[in-house]
């Protein structure tokens, strides 16, 4: 790769990670005015047009075909952008942003066990110790070194609620695969549409039922900045920007660029005056350790599959 476009790729690609990673910070204060569900509903009610029209510009008419996959296309799209975000944010509410970001950068080693579990392809060996050493990070993460705290459900609830939000969205991502010839920008568009409706559809259930209420317009006018990060940089430019790196780098490559996600989140939050244990510290280092050890490992161990498995990846 031509070393300008090696730069574009990083570039993107820590820009989506960092952009990641302050979302968090500016979501946490956010929710205390406008709850996860209407929250979202906003966020990718807009970002939804924003993708619909980059795609009618870049592609066309002919690229909103669905091809009979109307039922794929909503579920994926119910997963990954109403499942992640309505369970992420409503858990965010209950934590903190750091442990967001830490659990979010779990998500790499979380596919390499669903696909495990579902494909029946296991893990090296260093993927499976890597998996230990960063659930040993995320559990000082969450507890900051108690771990009493394990016990006490109102602690951790938000934290489980995070880890399956990012479970939903490792289910999305696998899903790409089955549309593999569409172009990123497609897939993210045609899943973002029907997914919304999804978001539209809990968000009405549970209003109607009084679990949360319509934001008033003060409450709107007030975060109001915070809102247009989270469409604009957290949804649009983040995304793309992270479908565009790993294109040009490489999964493999990429994937490495998930860890300024908690370093970006935990640099925001000294910058806010924030302060964290050691625990906290130690453990949010073993999960970007774990990454990097099972990153590194799984690119030396790529030429040697290479002569068996052209193309695998």
Same mark, same amino acid.
């Given at each position: 790769?031509?070393? *300008?476009?090696?730069?574009?790729?990083?570039?993107?690609?820590?820009?989506?990670?960092?952009?990641?990673?302050?979302? @968090?910070?500016?979501?946490?204060?956010?929710?205390? %005015?406008? #709850?996860?569900?209407?929250?979202?509903?906003?966020?990718?009610?807009?970002?939804?047009?924003?993708?619909?029209?980059?795609?009618?510009?870049?592609?066309?008419?002919?690229?909103?075909?669905?091809?009979?996959?109307?039922? =794929?296309?909503?579920?994926?799209?119910?997963?990954?952008?109403?499942? @992640?975000?309505?369970?992420?944010? *409503?858990?965010?509410?209950?934590?903190?942003?750091?442990?967001?970001?830490?659990?979010?950068?779990?998500?790499?080693? &979380?596919?390499?066990?669903?696909?495990?579990?579902?494909?029946?392809?296991?893990?090296?060996?260093?993927?499976?110790?890597?998996?230990?050493?960063?659930?040993?990070?995320?559990? =000082?993460?969450?507890?900051?070194?108690?771990?009493?705290?394990?016990?006490?459900?109102? %602690?951790?609830?938000? #934290?489980?609620?995070?880890?399956?939000?990012?479970?939903?969205?490792?289910?999305?991502?696998? +899903?790409?695969?089955?549309?593999?010839?569409?172009?990123?920008? /497609?897939?993210?568009?045609?899943?973002?549409?029907?997914?919304?409706?999804?978001?539209?559809?809990?968000?009405?259930?549970? *209003?109607?039922?009084?679990?949360?209420?319509?934001?008033? &317009? *003060?409450?709107?006018?007030?975060?109001?900045?915070?809102?247009?990060? &989270?469409?604009?940089?957290?949804?649009?430019?983040?995304?793309?920007?992270?479908?565009?790196?790993? /294109?040009?780098?490489?999964?493999? $490559?990429?994937?490495?660029?998930? $860890?300024?996600?908690?370093?970006?989140?935990?640099?925001?939050?000294?910058?806010?005056?924030?302060?964290?244990? &050691?625990?906290?510290?130690?453990?949010?280092?073993?999960?970007?350790?774990?990454?990097?050890? $099972?990153? =590194?490992?799984?690119?030396?161990?790529?030429?040697?599959?290479?002569? +068996?498995?052209?193309?695998?990846?």
């Amino acid at each position: 790769m031509p070393r *300008t476009s090696l730069f574009q790729a990083m570039g993107l690609l820590l820009l989506a990670a960092v952009s990641w990673g302050g979302m @968090f910070q500016v979501a946490k204060p956010l929710l205390a %005015q406008v #709850d996860a569900f209407h929250m979202t509903a906003i966020r990718y009610g807009a970002a939804a047009f924003i993708f619909a029209a980059l795609l009618a510009y870049r592609e066309g008419r002919a690229a909103f075909s669905l091809e009979g996959n109307v039922g =794929l296309l909503w579920l994926y799209g119910s997963l990954g952008f109403a499942g @992640f975000n309505l369970l992420a944010f *409503t858990g965010l509410a209950h934590s903190r942003p750091e442990h967001a970001a830490v659990i979010m950068a779990l998500m790499p080693l &979380m596919t390499a066990l669903v696909n495990w579990g579902m494909r029946g392809i296991r893990p090296a060996s260093h993927t499976l110790f890597a998996i230990v050493l960063a659930l040993t990070g995320v559990v =000082l993460v969450v507890t900051d070194g108690h771990l009493s705290a394990l016990t006490v459900s109102g %602690q951790i609830g938000g #934290d489980l609620l995070l880890l399956l939000g990012a479970l939903c969205w490792v289910f999305y991502t696998l +899903g790409a695969a089955r549309f593999a010839h569409w172009s990123p920008l /497609r897939y993210t568009t045609l899943t973002c549409l029907p997914g919304v409706l999804s978001i539209l559809a809990a968000t009405a259930a549970m *209003t109607r039922l009084g679990h949360i209420h319509p934001p008033t &317009m *003060t409450a709107l006018q007030g975060g109001l900045w915070a809102l247009a990060y &989270m469409v604009v940089i957290g949804a649009v430019i983040a995304v793309l920007s992270w479908n565009a790196g790993i /294109r040009k780098l490489g999964a493999l $490559n990429g994937v490495l660029f998930i $860890n300024f996600v908690p370093v970006s989140a935990f640099v925001i939050g000294v910058l806010l005056g924030h302060h964290f244990g &050691m625990a906290e510290l130690a453990g949010a280092a073993l999960v970007i350790l774990a990454l990097v050890f $099972n990153s =590194l490992l799984s690119q030396r161990a790529q030429p040697r599959m290479a002569g +068996g498995m052209v193309g695998a990846r």
